[in-house]
């Protein structure tokens, strides 16, 4: 017996709503379900959030932080569509202005988010240092950060050259943002987030 998985459009996705208020990410055509993670995988989010609020704000830049309210659509080139909600997007405000009457996904044809943030869980571990590792580094996306509850470690991947370059951070390590470079934040800190 054959089991055939519905496929998606882009466009599809994006007016989907099964009505059970389920947050859904598009994989290569198909619906994702996002699992809605722990409390430490939460509070964790919120976390980052608002520390990159509040360096927004003391450094009077045009920018703004949100937590699993923006999407952006991945060229992960196969022949069906796919779009992640990272954790935390930091995006210019003028980005977030412009989607303000239509769905809150960066298009591949507009510029890519300054940074986002992936919290680890057991279901996402794959995702998140592979496949979602080269998709933003393709979407030319600046920094992308891993944060790995599990391993107790924070990684930040800078773009060089179409590529990330890593750097892993532990325990009471400074976790060094090029995107805020005044954010004094330790590993032993994110991770002890309520």
């Known amino acids: 017996m054959t089991t055939t998985t519905q496929k998606f459009s882009f466009a599809d996705y994006l007016v989907y709503d099964d009505g059970t208020g389920t947050r859904y990410e598009l ?33 009077e830049l045009p920018w703004t932080s949100k937590d699993m309210r923006i999407g952006v659509r991945s060229p992960r080139g196969g022949r069906w569509d796919t779009s992640r909600i990272p954790d935390v997007t930091v995006l210019p405000i003028a ?7 239509r769905e809150a996904v960066i298009d591949l044809s507009e510029p890519p988010p300054l940074l986002v943030v992936e919290v680890v869980s057991e279901s996402t571990k794959s995702a998140d240092y592979r496949a979602k590792y080269s ?14 509850p599990l391993d107790a470690k924070v990684t930040i991947c800078q773009l060089n050259e179409g590529r990330y370059d890593e750097a892993a951070f532990t325990g009471e390590s400074i976790i ?7 954010l004094k934040l330790t590993v032993a800190q994110v991770l002890a987030a309520q």
């Not at 980005?95 to 009457?101: P, V």
């Open 27 to 59: 994989v290569e055509g198909e619906l994702s379900p996002m699992s809605l993670g722990t409390g430490r995988h939460g509070a964790i989010s919120e976390f980052l959030n608002d520390q990159f609020r509040a360096a927004i704000k003391a450094a």
């Open 95 to 101: 980005r977030w202005e412009a989607m303000a009457d």
């Open 135 to 148: 998709e933003y580094s393709v979407l030319e996306i600046p920094e992308y950060w891993i944060v790995d």
């Open 176 to 182: 060094q943002s090029p995107t805020f470079p005044a």
